[in-house]
């Protein structure tokens, strides 16, 4: 069985994200409350997810509990399905894992109650101990703790995990201003969490390969423990930073965010691209968060080396009717091909 540290020591690691958007925009779970209830409702809908993106190069198979803390069920009067989502999402994983010889994480995220103070932390930290409770009976390698806006969120969760005895991967989520709510600076949120114990530092969701890309070189030199970088594929500018800032101009500048972002999605080159970029600055934990589709975990894995079963498919148009370059490919269509 593969050790994250081990295999970081050895070669890159691909983490395939963004289990909520891609559960959303094929009809099983909805937006607004994003509540992965789909792993008790569809089950095979999860676990054909976690197949998908292990064929095309993921290492680790991350259980769908994010937003599935007490904090968000409370909020929507369903805290009686806690514990059930959380057992159901960790062995669905758990399955797919032990059988495709990947990585098993647990997952924490923001709970969007956390406040500074005692009371704050207290309610957070509680929420936090018995997810990573759950995670650790399933056996988990480690655990992911992601897209905290807050640094103080963060350094909570990796207290959990670290009290565990777990190894933490703890990624920050950059808005707009490029900033942390408590810290001014993400580097320093990274150190922070690396000073208290973190295995790996980094950043996920909210930006895309171009605005995080710039935000990647002084984490790497602030920290000596693995990077990580996962942002979501869209194709968020300077003006736009992030998936929530974007306006689409062919529908009146409205906001696309969360359900009309499609026309800004990435290629599957540019996340190729972005990855042998961050892996040149040094980072070597890299996928997609909110977004990705399993094209875009294949070109990940393969911009970092591997050859992963999907990479049998592969583009190759030689052969194709019109654009192909094949002897067999008859010239009149090739001469076709360029009016088209
Ligand atoms: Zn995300």
Redesign the pocket.
């Known amino acids: 069985m593969p050790d994250l540290l081990e295999l970081l020591g050895r070669r890159p690691v691909v983490c395939a994200?963004?289990y909520?958007?891609e559960c959303e925009r094929r009809g099983y779970l909805q937006a607004g409350a994003f509540v992965p209830e789909v792993v008790l409702d569809h089950p095979e809908v999860v676990e054909g997810l976690h197949r998908e993106f292990v064929h095309a190069g993921t290492d680790v198979v991350e259980a769908f509990t994010y937003y599935g803390h007490r904090e968000k069920l409370r909020v929507l009067g369903k805290e009686d399905i806690l514990e059930p989502l959380n057992r159901q999402a960790l062995s669905i994983a758990a399955r797919v894992a032990r059988e495709t010889g990947t990585l098993l994480a647990g997952n924490l995220s923001n709970t969007n109650v956390y406040e500074p103070g005692p009371a704050g932390e207290r309610t957070v930290r509680s929420a936090f101990e018995e997810q990573v409770g759950w995670a650790a009976e399933a056996g988990v390698d480690f655990i992911i703790a992601e897209?905290f806006s807050w640094a103080g969120e963060a350094l909570l969760a990796l207290e959990t995990i670290r009290a565990a005895g777990l190894p933490a991967v703890i990624t920050f989520a950059v808005h707009r201003e490029g900033t942390l709510r408590d810290v001014a600076r993400p580097e320093e949120a990274c150190r922070q969490a690396e000073q208290a114990g973190a295995d790996v530092v980094g950043l996920?969701?909210?930006r895309g390969p171009l605005t995080m890309l710039p935000l990647l070189t002084p984490i790497r030199e602030a920290v000596s423990c693995p990077v990580a970088a996962?942002p979501?594929p869209y194709r968020t500018t300077d003006e736009q930073p992030s998936m929530q800032a974007l306006r689409d101009p062919a529908r009146g500048g409205a906001q696309a965010f969360p359900t009309a972002l499609d026309p800004f999605t990435c290629t599957r080159e540019e996340l190729g691209e972005f990855a042998t970029a961050a892996l040149a600055l040094g980072v070597t934990y890299l996928g997609v968060?909110?977004?990705a589709g399993p094209h875009h975990i294949r070109a990940v894995a393969e911009a970092a080396g591997q050859a992963p079963p999907a990479s049998r498919y592969a583009p190759d148009m030689s052969k194709h009717s019109f654009l192909g370059s094949d002897p067999g490919i008859t010239r009149s269509y090739r001469e076709y091909a360029r009016e088209l």
């Open positions: 994200e963004g909520l958007f897209t996920n969701c909210i996962l979501v968060c909110c977004g």
